[in-house]
Nanobody, 119 residues
């Protein structure tokens, strides 16, 4: 079983920055994709950014140029650096990890961390 622990959320003014972290622990052979999603009140959960094991990345259009996803494979950790934050970035941010153990793939979610951007 994979456990994800997120940290780094909080309250920030528009234009400010936050850095989210997510550490994966448990019995893991390898991790392929690590990603961040977000869900605002009354809206569906949406992909923010993902990073593959070869460090290639994909970003949602609404964060391109402002957010940067990175990972530390040795520490099973994924980061999301969020700059130039806007009030519309306010949401609960969830870590998502695709891991493998004994040739089976598992998808795990973190508990979420609240990000609030004030105007």
């Amino acid at each position: 079983q994979v456990r994800l622990v997120e940290s780094g959320g909080g309250l920030v003014q528009a234009g400010g920055s936050l850095r989210l972290s997510c550490i994966a622990s448990g019995t893991i052979d390898s991790i392929s994709v690590m990603a961040w999603y977000r869900q605002a009140p009354g809206k569906q959960r949406e992909l923010v950014a993902l990073i593959r094991s070869d460090h290639t990345t994909t970003y949602a259009d609404f964060v391109k140029g402002r957010f940067t996803i990175s990972r530390d494979n040795a520490e099973n950790t994924v980061y999301l650096q969020m700059n130039s934050l806007k009030p519309e970035d306010t949401a609960v941010y969830y870590c998502n990890v695709h891991s493998r153990l004994f040739a089976r793939e598992y998808v795990s979610w973190g508990q979420g961390t609240q990000v609030t951007v004030s105007s």
